[in-house]
């Protein structure tokens, strides 16, 4: 039986990714609904891997009209929302992370933006339109846990996010809407290109696998697996704490 017959998810940062990979294991499972992203031309939904089940809603997470509009049209096709994925974020487009000696009061405020304040007000913009029963999922990062040179803000804004989400949890349970976190370990995704020239891509991917357990690592299914299970009525007694799908990086390596 499908996990999330007649769910209707919103995934934002659903058009690539981890995002991606959300929405495909949701489609798989039975669920409809909408991916966003800032760029109308990679919300195309009309691929085997989403077709007929999901739109794309173009929108930053950033803005807060964005947001509105991107719950707004939602409900306007799917009438509900069942399921959010807080999971647009990363890097911010021309601001690379940093040491703190080259870390701008401009910069500092973009990653915070990006990573932190656009959950909050991702969820704040949901809230008109979640159903009772309705789950939230928000993307932390095992970042929060393990330190990485030049990622101390990123890494402080995804630790915020796993506490943001135990508070949510408390307050929305209320309208028995329940909160939870997944925070990735290193996950195969479009970001290590903005991260990395292309030339050294394969040599830090490796570095990663080097740190993992399980010796590879992790895929947008991965977390899409995860995700499927929280969204789902599996998870009815699973609240406010944080699922790390890392292959063991952050407790064993
Ligand atoms: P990608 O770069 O593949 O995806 C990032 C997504 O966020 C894109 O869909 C992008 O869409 C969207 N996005 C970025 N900025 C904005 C914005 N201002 N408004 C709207 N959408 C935006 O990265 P990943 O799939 O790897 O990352 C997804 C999430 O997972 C992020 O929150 C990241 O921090 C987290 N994560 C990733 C890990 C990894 O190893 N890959 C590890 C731990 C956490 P577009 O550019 O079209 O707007």
Known sequence: MEKLKNKVAV?????SGIGFGIAEAFKKEGATGAITGRNQATLDCSTEALSEAF????????????????????ADKFGKIDVLVVNAGGVVDGIPMGSISDVTEEGYDRYMDLNLKSAYFTVQKSLPYLNDGASVILI????????????????????????????????????????????????????FG?????????????????????????LPSDIGKAAVFLASDDSAFIVGTEILSDGGMTNLS
């Open 194 to 218: 903005k991260l990395v020239p292309e030339e050294h891509l394969e040599q830090v991917k490796q570095t990663w696998i080097d740190m993992i357990p399980v010796g590879r690592q992790g």
């Open 11 to 15: 995934i934002t940062g659903g058009n």
């Open 140 to 191: 932390g990062s095992s970042a929060a846990h393990r330190a990485a040179p030049g990622m101390a803000i990123y890494s402080a804004a995804k630790a915020a996010v796993i506490s943001l989400a135990k508070g949510l949890s408390l307050d929305l349970l209320s309208r028995n809407i329940r909160v939870n976190t997944i925070s990735p370990g290193s996950i195969d995704t479009p970001v």
């Open 55 to 74: 739109i794309g809603i173009q929108g930053d997470v950033t803005n807060q009209h964005d947001l509105e509009n991107i719950f707004r049209k939602t």
